[in-house]
T-cell receptor, first 113, second 111 residues
């Protein structure tokens, strides 16, 4: 199984809503990532978990809250988002160590209204 | 931090023509380099990665890339473009658990 599964595929939420994005992998990878991608732009790293511990937080606003409940799951909790947070949110996973490729999910298309 | 620069935000070729997508890296140590492809409304798929075992790296879908230390380049090529190659291509550099992408090059293939 070489898939990273993200749910939901599409999400529309109001600025006062609380929602969560979910990501799952069964490749035994111990590093998991959240990226944000705006239209016609490259993915921007948001968070990295290594062995279920947050290892990188790219100064992301606190309205985004990551969680790694176990080695296969990664969540991104969303609260009080702004319209400019609308984007494609990509989850990825990889082995821990140098020169390891990341495997990406299909993404969640988020629209904040 | 290491970075990559992709020259040309948009490349257009005819079907059957050579594809050349350019990527230069900035690193004082041997970098870990990758090429990814992204189709509309999809995630990213790995095309190939540089492993330092060979300077010419072969990937999926007929793509290959050559690592040139003297030019700090890792350009992606394909001898003959196919309509299905139309997509966004990203060069990336990785420090452990910190993969950074270039700005991307949109490839258009004309019939």
């Amino acid at each position: 199984d070489t898939e990273v599964t993200q749910t939901p595929k599409h999400l529309v939420m109001g600025m006062t809503n609380k929602k969560s994005l979910k990501c799952e992998q069964h490749m035994g990878h111990r590093a998991m990532y959240w990226y944000k991608q705006k239209a016609k732009k490259p993915p921007e790293l948001m968070f990295v978990y290594s062995y279920e511990k947050l290892s990188i937080n790219e100064s992301v606003p606190s309205r985004f809250s990551p969680e790694c409940p176990n080695s296969s799951l990664l969540n991104l909790h969303l609260h009080a988002l702004q319209p400019e947070d609308s984007a494609l949110y990509l989850c990825a996973s990889s082995q821990v160590g140098p020169n390891t490729e990341a495997f990406f999910g299909q993404g969640t298309r988020l629209t904040v209204v | 931090a290491q970075s990559v620069t992709q020259l040309g935000s948009h490349v257009s070729v005819s079907e059957g023509a050579l594809v050349l997508l350019r990527c230069n890296y900035s690193s004082s140590v041997p970098p870990y380099l990758f090429w990814y492809v992204q189709y509309p409304n999809q995630g990213l798929q790995l095309l190939l990665k540089y492993t330092s075992a060979a300077t010419l790296v072969k990937g999926i879908n007929g793509f290959e890339a050559e690592f040139k230390k003297s030019e700090t380049s890792f350009h992606l090529t394909k001898p003959s473009a196919h309509m299905s190659d139309a997509a966004e291509y990203f060069c990336a550099v990785s420090e452990p658990q910190d993969m950074r992408f270039g700005a991307g090059t949109r490839l258009t293939v004309k019939p």
